[in-house]
T-cell receptor, first 110, second 111 residues
């Protein structure tokens, strides 16, 4: 059974810092991995999708890496801004079942 | 191309009533997924549907819950005889193949 863990559970940084969010999963036979952002009381916004054959994806200030063999993914956020404050979720897809981590709650202070 | 639509956004029901949650996928998407987010917990997969077919319902409670995705119209998640423990945010996602796009969710409160 796939288990997804995100560390840290919460992170607070001053504006402008670069930061890394971590995601680990127990079953490396994944189809893809997706990073989402969730704002309080709102739905999920897809940030990056990495197929199992890929090692990283980039979008603007975001970079996500995937090391399938070790069961790890990282989300790198460059030059953080207060608007980046949200909960970040990683999710892995095995067969038809997408498993989510509990998320990292990020606060970027002005 | 409008995003995934869910309605209602907020739904209040008394114990024993029925709740019907609707999800309209993005245009061209034939895959729909339903998830539940309980207070202070992560998202949990419930069911995966393609048009007129349930592909995987392994995450859905065996009783009181059902889902459909008819040939025409939105996908429906139906909860019969709701109990307080059903109070949660219910999200649907649609996909053309791989990437899932999420709706804003329906927040169900059972009094």
């Amino acid at each position: 059974k796939q288990e997804v863990t995100q560390i840290p559970a919460a992170l607070s940084v001053p504006e402008g810092e670069n930061l890394v969010l971590n995601c680990s999963f127990t079953d490396s036979a994944i189809y893809n991995l997706q990073w989402f952002r969730q704002d309080p009381g709102k739905g999920l916004t897809s940030l990056l999708l990495i197929q199992s054959s890929q090692r990283e994806q980039t979008s603007g200030r975001l970079n996500a890496s995937l090391d399938k063999s070790s069961g790890r993914s990282t989300l790198y956020i460059a030059a953080s801004q207060p608007g980046d404050s949200a909960t970040y979720l990683c999710a892995v897809l095995n067969n038809n079942d997408m498993r989510f981590g509990a998320g990292t709650r990020l606060t970027v202070k002005p | 191309n409008a995003g995934v639509m869910q309605n209602p956004r907020h739904l209040v029901r008394r114990r024993g009533q029925e709740a019907r949650l609707r999800c309209s996928p993005m245009k061209g998407h034939s895959h729909v997924y339903w998830y539940r987010q309980l207070p202070e917990e992560g998202l949990k997969f419930m069911v995966y549907l393609q048009k007129e077919n349930i592909i995987d319902e392994s995450g859905m409670p065996k009783e009181r819950f059902s889902a459909e995705f008819p040939k025409e119209g939105p996908s429906i998640l139906r909860i019969q005889q709701v109990v307080r423990g059903d109070s949660a945010a219910y999200f649907c996602a649609s996909s053309p193949k791989d990437e899932q796009f999420f709706g804003p969710g329906t927040r169900l409160t059972v009094l």
